[in-house]
C-alpha cells in the first residue's frame, strides 16, 4: 500500500511541477505550485518523515507561498506576455532549447548514478539509522545553524521590500 501512495504522490508532484512551469496565468502556477509542495509533503510521510513533511507544509506551503501570492496579486500581472523582437529568439530559440534538453539529460544521468551507488549495503544502520528528534533538530538549528537561519529571515524580508517597491505606483 505504501508504494502505490508513494507513486500516487510522485505522480501528482511531478505533474504539478510542468504545470507550473506551462502555465501562462501567474495565479495558477502559484497554486499548483502549492499542490506540489503538498505532494512532496504526502512523500516524506510515506518515506516515514513526519517532522519533514510537516516542516514543507508550515514553511513552503504555508509562509512561502503566501509571499508568493502577495507578490503576483500586487504586482497584477494577469498572464504572462509572449516575448517579441530579439528577446524572443534569443529565450525561445533553439539555442536555449538545446542547452536545456542537454541540462535534462545531465540529470537524468546523475539520477541513474545516485540510484545505482544506493543499495542496501550503504543505507546506515544502528546509531547511523536513528532519526533524530524534534528537540535535538531544534537545538542544531538554533545552537549551530542560528546565523543562517537569522540570514534567510532577513533574506525573505528584503525581497518583500523589494516587491513593495517594485509594485507601487508613481503619482507624479
Not at 507550473?20 to 505532494?39: D, E, H, K, T
Amino acid at each position: 500500500m505504501e508504494t502505490l501512495f508513494f507513486w500516487v504522490f510522485a505522480a501528482v508532484a511531478v505533474t504539478a511541477s510542468v504545470l507550473v512551469v506551462g502555465q501562462r496565468n501567474p495565479m495558477y502556477s502559484v497554486l499548483l505550485l502549492i499542490v506540489s509542495f503538498a505532494a512532496l509533503s504526502g512523500l516524506y510521510v510515506v518515506l516515514d518523515a513526519p517532522f519533514v513533511a510537516a516542516i514543507q507544509i508550515i514553511i513552503y506551503a504555508g509562509a512561502i507561498m503566501v509571499l508568493f501570492l502577495f507578490v503576483v496579486m500586487l504586482l497584477n500581472v494577469p498572464t504572462e506576455d509572449a516575448p517579441v523582437g530579439y528577446h524572443a529568439r534569443l529565450l525561445g530559440g533553439a539555442g536555449p532549447r538545446r542547452f536545456g534538453a542537454v541540462l535534462s539529460c545531465v540529470l537524468v544521468i546523475e539520477l541513474a548514478v545516485a540510484l545505482v551507488q544506493l543499495t542496501p549495503a550503504r543505507l546506515p544502520s544502528g546509531e547511523a539509522a536513528r532519526q533524530p528528534t524534534v528537540y535535538e533538530i531544534g537545538l542544531k538549528l538554533f545552537q549551530e545553524y542560528s546565523f543562517a537561519f537569522e540570514a534567510t529571515s532577513v533574506l525573505i524580508l528584503i525581497a518583500m521590500v523589494g516587491a513593495i517597491i517594485l509594485a507601487r505606483r508613481e503619482t507624479h
